[in-house]
Nanobody, 115 residues
């Protein structure tokens, strides 16, 4: 059974930094894109950042220059380094992994940025 386990969320002041981690337990065939999404209260879940198996990355405009996504294929893990955090970054952050046959989600980790 595949599980995505996120960690690294928490409470931070505006301007601070956090690093989210997502580790995969179990086996996923043909891992391609790994990504982070977030969902703020009353809002739809949105893509924050994604990275392909080839290392290509993309970011939503609001986090460009502040967030960095990376992956460690040997460890089956994906990371999100978040800097210069703003109150509007407050949300539950979800790890997402796309394999050949299925898409998987983590349980989410809360990030709260105080002003």
């Amino acid at each position: 059974q595949v599980q995505l386990v996120e960690s690294g969320g928490g409470l931070v002041q505006a301007g601070g930094s956090l690093r989210l981690s997502c580790a995969i337990s179990g086996s996923i065939f043909g891992i391609n894109t790994m990504a982070w999404y977030r969902q703020a209260p009353g809002k739809q879940r949105e893509l924050v950042a994604a990275i392909t198996s080839g290392g290509n990355t993309r970011y939503t405009d609001s986090v460009k220059g502040r967030f960095t996504i990376s992956r460690d294929n040997a460890k089956n893990a994906v990371y999100l380094q978040m800097s210069s955090l703003k109150p509007e970054d407050t949300a539950v952050y979800y790890c997402n992994v796309v394999g050949t046959y299925s898409k998987y989600w983590g349980q989410g980790t809360q990030v709260t940025v105080s002003s």
